[in-house]
Structure formats: structure tokens, C-alpha cells
T-cell receptor, first 115, second 112 residues
Framework: DAGVTQSPTHLIKTRGQQVTLRCSPK?????VSWYQQALGQGPQFIFQ???????QRGNFPDRFSGHQFPNYSSELNVNALLLGDSALYLCASSLVLPGRTDTQYFGPGTRLTVL | SQQGEEDPQALSIQEGENATMNCSYK?????LQWYRQNSGRGLVHLILIRSNEREKHSGRLRVTLDTSKKSSSLLITASRAADTASYFCATDSGWGAQKLVFGQGTRLTINP
């Protein structure tokens, strides 16, 4: 049973460019959340997708956008990259269950460096 | 913004000793979870404790939750070198797959 997978592992971009990160959820999961983790900090919630729609959003600008596909995989897009966007981007998947909270399982992350 | 604060920020102990990490949070929660992160890679889920639970065990891990003090602790007994990692607490405040709000983590080093 494959866990959460993310691609690519590492990415180097320059300021002003655009980037797309990809995530495949754990088998059987239908919800994908994205987090940004700056060096030495805890992860910060970007947004969450369920049933191909953005369900919740954290305090991130519109430069950050996403998509969820019918197979539940997801993409995170960041436009007009800034130096401050350099971080580890983590994807987490879970299953929405009525009346309870399920554990969120994280992928290995994508390390984005903006030069 | 960060919900919680882990204490201490860094902890260094000898192999075989017990390690205790604390987490405080600010708003009411539904669940609190602990995660481990090795070398800046993905987070590994350790344990989830619900707001109506006070203590939970999993192997060498013991987690307590005090909702009146808005705090939790993670105890790792008989530590091993492989336990060297950063440990994060994360809270959520609703049903379903709610967003997790993380603290800044405790960096644990186990010395052989």
C-alpha cells in the first residue's frame, strides 16, 4: 500500500518564475492538504482540497493556487516566486469520515529553492 | 500563525534516558497530534489524542492532554539513537479532515 508521494523531490527556480508541485494521496484517501515549512519552523497550512474543490485556506496570497483531480491527486501552483517562498512543501492526505477526525498522513515533501 | 509552542526548543539526552516534550496551545481543540520529522523530510504520525481523552500510550510513547491548561506532553521512554528528530504537536478544532496548526517543534538529540 503506497503512502503519500510527492514530486519532484527538489526544485530550484528563480524569482518571478512559476512552479507546480504534485501529490498523490495514500490509497483510499480523498482529501489533500498542503503545508509550507520554512527552515526551523513548524508547517503552515496553505489549503485543503476535497471533492475537487478548495475546502479551507490558510493565510497565503492568491499566488498560491491548487487543484485536485478526479483520482484525488493534487497540484500546488505558485506564481511570481519570491525568495521567501523557499521552503519544504508538504502534502498530507486523509479520509473524511462523518463525525470524526482521521489522521493526516504526510508525504516526504518537495524542497523548493528560489534564487 | 503558530497555535502552539513546544518546550523545550531543543533537548539533548543520553541513550536509554526518558525524553519529555511539552506543547501548549491557545484555542479550544478537537484533537491533538504528535508528529516526528527526520532531517527536514516528511512528517511521521506518532499519536492522536482526542479532547475528551487524558492519556494515551503507543509503544514507548505516552501522551497526556490537559485541556484546562491547554497543554500536552509527549514522553519517550528508553530513548534510542533512532529517536533523534524534531517533534511537533499539531491541533485541529473541528470534525473531518480539518487543517492542522503546528507548533515550532522540539529538536531532540539522543547521544550514544
Amino acid at each position: 500500500d503506497a503512502g503519500v508521494t510527492q514530486s519532484p523531490t527538489h526544485l530550484i527556480k528563480t524569482r518571478g518564475q512559476q512552479v507546480t508541485l504534485r501529490c498523490s494521496p495514500k490509497s483510499g484517501h480523498d482529501t489533500v492538504s498542503w503545508y509550507q515549512q520554512a527552515l526551523g519552523q513548524g508547517p503552515q497550512f496553505i489549503f485543503q482540497y476535497y471533492e475537487e474543490e478548495e475546502r479551507q485556506r490558510g493565510n497565503f496570497p492568491d499566488r498560491f493556487s491548487g487543484h485536485q483531480f478526479p483520482n484525488y491527486s493534487s497540484e500546488l501552483n505558485v506564481n511570481a516566486l519570491l525568495l521567501g517562498d523557499s521552503a519544504l512543501y508538504l502534502c498530507a492526505s486523509s479520509l473524511v469520515l462523518p463525525g470524526r477526525t482521521d489522521t493526516q498522513y504526510f508525504g516526504p515533501g518537495t524542497r523548493l529553492t528560489v534564487l | 500563525s503558530q497555535q502552539g509552542e513546544e518546550d523545550p526548543q531543543a533537548l539533548s539526552i543520553q541513550e536509554g534516558e526518558n525524553a519529555t516534550m511539552n506543547c501548549s496551545y491557545k484555542t479550544s481543540i478537537n484533537n491533538l497530534q504528535w508528529y516526528r520529522q527526520n532531517s527536514g523530510r516528511g512528517l511521521v504520525h506518532l499519536i492522536l489524542i482526542r479532547s475528551n481523552e487524558r492519556e494515551k500510550h503507543s509503544g514507548r510513547l505516552r501522551v497526556t492532554l490537559d485541556t484546562s491548561k491547554k497543554s500536552s506532553s509527549l514522553l519517550i521512554t528508553a530513548s534510542r539513537a533512532a529517536d533523534t528528530a524534531s517533534y511537533f504537536c499539531a491541533t485541529d478544532s473541528g470534525w473531518g479532515a480539518q487543517k492542522l496548526v503546528f507548533g515550532q517543534g522540539t529538536r531532540l538529540t539522543i547521544n550514544p
